[in-house]
Nanobody, 125 residues
Framework: QVQLQEVGGGLVQPGGSLRLSCVFS????????IGWFRQAPGKAREAISC????????YYSNSAKGRFTTSRDNDNNEIHLQMNSLELDDTAVYYC??????????????????WGQGTQVTVSQ
């Protein structure tokens, strides 16, 4: 059974850091990519990072590049999203999602086959 669960959201001040984890089961990161997405109030869900799948690529959106880093923990079937220099505009619900088998990074929300329940990240003074 395919499952994904995000862990680690919360409240942080501008300039601060948070580390999100996506705990997954039922599939291999070597065959299926996992993407990080976020959705702010009133906005569409956007892809911000991705890793795994065909060719094992890693992807960052322009808004994430230089501030966010994704990594994998093979022993625990987890991927992490380290977010530094957080800004007010980073406030959103963050999701991890699995792409389809053999897909490459990045993939958009229409290419997601399974989603976690999401975790709230709030950047505020």
């Amino acid at each position: 059974q395919v499952q994904l669960q995000e862990v680690g959201g919360g409240l942080v001040q501008p300039g601060g850091s948070l580390r999100l984890s996506c705990v997954f089961s039922g599939f291999s990161l070597d065959l299926y990519p996992i993407g990080w997405f976020r959705q702010a109030p009133g906005k569409a869900r956007e892809a911000i990072s991705c890793m795994g799948g065909r060719w094992g690529r890693t992807y960052y959106s322009n808004s994430a590049k230089g501030r966010f880093t994704t990594s994998r923990d093979n022993d625990n079937n987890e991927i992490h999203l380290q977010m530094n220099s957080l800004e007010l505009d980073d406030t959103a619900v963050y999701y991890c999602a699995r792409g389809i088998k053999g897909a490459m990074c990045p993939f958009d929300r229409r290419g997601a086959a399974a989603w976690g329940q999401g975790t709230q990240v709030t950047v505020s003074q």
